[in-house]
């Protein structure tokens, strides 16, 4: 780092990272379900300044999803229930992943299976394709209501769903975790001890909106997932517990509005970031987040964003507010 007061320019900072096997040009990356495949974003986001996208989950089979509304707003916050309403692995591939690849950014593929052989199915489709910098598996989307998505929060599960799909593919395996757990230690070590390559960490909290007018839920499901500022301490403290006690290369994930909150996560050892409803206020703000985290940088005098990375300084250790 410079001397105080020596000035940088800002495109002498590097942002490119490692995160596990998985190169990125910068930390940022679009989250799952927020940025649908990206196509529709162009018009909006030059997807080469960004990181990475993460497609919303696909299934095997094609599904309708939950009847609407599924959206609904809270003073800072979303609820969604969606319920993984995707085309199904055989039309993505034919017509939404080409056009990914086409985006000259690193491509995710998310994925939800409703068990080990469904994810077993969905990665050897995905294993014989190019253009795939990694596969994230969705283990807790908390939508689904039909038997699936159990194991998100069994940590045996988790780490017998991985032992398993770990050998299938060459692919770096990240796994969505859940933030719906009394500790999040005893789930992420359950998929790293599987075989997991990162953990991002992690998924939407368990939510609910009501009109107590019409005695309903505001969204048409019931309860939904919650995302937005409203959750960014409570995720921003999950990644750190993990990076922190595991080693595990994490994506941080909740809440992540600018570049003031993705540095924050990356602080606290978060080695990227996911950007997820923020991409509903402003379709352009992954690429704008990437020029405010170069600019901020370079003010603080600091060359390369990974020498950032876990560099928070607690001073005790995990304590309980009271
Ligand atoms: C409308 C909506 C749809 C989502 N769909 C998915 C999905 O299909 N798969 C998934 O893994 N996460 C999904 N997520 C969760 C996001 O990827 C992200 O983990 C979560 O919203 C927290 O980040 P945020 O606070 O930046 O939005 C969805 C979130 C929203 C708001």
Redesign the pocket.
């Known amino acids: 780092m410079p001397p105080p007061g020596e000035s940088m320019n800002a495109s002498e900072v590097d942002l490119s990272v490692q995160i596990g096997p998985l190169s990125l040009k910068n930390p940022i990356v679009a989250?799952?379900?927020?940025v649908a495949y990206g196509d529709e974003m162009r018009s909006f986001l030059d997807w080469s300044q960004v990181g990475g996208i993460?497609g919303?989950?696909i299934t095997l089979k094609p599904r309708k999803g939950n009847v609407p509304p599924r959206?609904a707003e809270t003073p800072s916050?979303?609820l969604?229930s969606?319920g993984?309403q995707n085309e199904g692995i055989e039309s993505f591939l034919a017509r939404t992943l080409p056009a990914m690849r086409e985006l000259k950014t690193a491509v995710i593929v998310?994925i939800?299976g409703f068990d080990t052989g469904e994810f077993s199915r969905l990665l050897d489709a995905l294993e014989k394709e190019d253009g795939i910098a990694a596969i994230?598996l969705?283990i807790?989307?908390p939508n689904v209501d039909d038997g699936g998505m159990f194991l998100d929060r069994d940590p045996d599960e988790i780490r017998s769903l991985l032992e398993s799909l770990r050998p299938m593919t060459r692919l770096p395996l990240i796994v969505?975790l859940t933030p719906n757990v009394s500790d999040i230690l005893i789930v992420a070590r359950a998929a790293m001890d599987g075989g997991a390559d990162i953990l991002?960490v992690?998924?939407?909290y368990f939510g609910l909106g009501v009109d107590w007018r019409t005695r309903k839920p505001i969204v048409a499901a019931g309860t939904a997932?919650v995302?937005?500022p409203a959750?960014?301490p409570l995720?921003l403290r999950h990644a750190w517990v993990v990076a922190s006690n595991l080693k595990a290369p994490v994506m941080g994930?909740?809440?992540?509005m600018n570049a003031q909150d993705a540095l924050e996560y990356m602080v606290a050892g978060a080695a990227c970031v996911?950007?997820?409803?923020?991409n509903?206020v402003d379709p352009g703000v992954c690429a704008k987040i990437v020029e405010e985290m170069r600019s901020l940088l370079a003010e603080a005098g600091v060359r390369h964003v990974r020498d950032i990375i876990g560099t928070l300084q607690m001073p005790g250790g995990d304590a309980s507010p009271s």
């Open positions: 989250a799952s379900g927020t993460v919303k989950t959206t916050g979303l969604n969606i993984l998310n939800g994230e969705n807790s989307c969505k991002s992690a998924n939407t997932g995302s937005g959750i960014k995720s994930i909740g809440g992540i996911q950007v997820g409803t923020a509903f």
